[in-house]
């Protein structure tokens, strides 16, 4: 049995239920977030929960919770889980009123959330490296906003699918944004290059660890626009999320990156990204 938290309550999934006129049901009107727990240990929380604040602010939707209340509800929610490492889905919506575009008044927030298993990639695969397809990015210019209404990311990440990639790599004008549920770093010449944090990408919580860890190692890094010619010439191409963490990319639309196999920045990377998971989940924090 499933346990899920859903207003207030801890109960079975298949007990919980939303009413049809929930403005997440009827306009996408909420945020999310996605919180990977390693050792019965959630990962950057804190981080995860001022993204929540916000992407809440964003869309004018007052936070139902302190973050002492986020955590409390997501201890217990953990409680009903055998499993070590597992992923937290946390989601609000405007709550359930008459359809109206503007926002109702007095009206309680949604609050959901559930966890599964955590699917990090395989070991074989993190060797293999995967491919990935590249598309136009057609969503709309608040992409720092973890919104729940996913229609376009889901249309493009279908791309990849349909082609038997794992991800479509959004280009914007020339430039490289990121994927379609990821952040996508570049390698060139020894250099790590990240597209800056701005409204044209979700600032993701793997991408920070993932420069606070080059800094702290010396690794050469730019954080500024990548030129589409600048992404297709990359020696390395890593995706990252927090349940994909770093995975190299060796495809890009069917043609090898760099060498064809993962990279040794990649592979210094990701053993600092493990040494750090390790590091957290020793310290019991984040
Ligand atoms: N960009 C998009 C569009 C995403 O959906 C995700 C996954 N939440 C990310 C980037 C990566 O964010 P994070 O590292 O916080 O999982």
Not at 51 to 69: F, G, Y
Not at 205 to 224: F, G, H, K, W
Not at 239 to 257: F, W
Request: a neutral charge.
């Amino acid at each position: 049995m499933t346990t899920v938290y859903l207003n207030g309550k801890f109960l079975p999934i298949e007990k919980a239920f939303v009413p049809v006129l929930d403005r997440g049901f009827i306009f996408g009107d909420g945020a999310y977030e996605v919180i990977p727990v390693y050792s019965r240990h959630p990962f950057h929380l804190h981080e995860h929960l001022l993204r929540l604040q916000r992407s809440l602010d964003s869309i004018r939707l007052k936070n139902p919770h302190t973050v002492a209340e986020w955590s409390q509800l997501i201890k217990e929610l953990l409680s009903n889980y055998q499993e070590q490492d597992l992923s937290i889905y946390l989601h609000i919506t405007r709550g359930v009123a008459k359809r109206d575009h503007a926002f109702p008044e007095n009206v309680t927030p949604t609050v959901f959330m559930m966890s599964s298993p955590l699917l990090t990639p395989s070991q074989e695969l993190r060797d293999r490296g995967v491919s990935v397809i590249t598309a136009q990015d057609n969503r709309w210019l608040r992409c720092d906003i973890k919104s729940i209404a996913l229609l376009p990311n889901v249309l493009l990440r279908q791309l990849a699918v349909d082609t038997g990639a794992v991800e479509t790599i959004l280009l914007r004008d020339g430039f490289l944004t990121e994927g379609s549920a990821s952040n996508v770093f570049v390698v060139r010449n020894g250099t790590v290059l990240a597209p800056p944090k701005n409204e044209l990408i979700l600032p993701g919580v793997t991408y920070d660890v993932v420069i606070e860890l080059a800094t702290s190692s010396s690794i050469p890094l730019e954080i500024r626009p990548i030129s589409e010619a600048e992404f297709r010439a990359a020696d390395e191409l890593w995706l990252t999320s927090s349940t994909k963490e770093v995975l190299p990319i060796t495809l890009l639309d069917n043609a090898p990156v760099g060498g064809g196999r993962p990279g040794a920045m990649f592979k210094r990377i990701y053993q600092l990204y493990q040494e750090h998971k390790n590091q957290v989940m020793r310290l019991g924090n984040s």
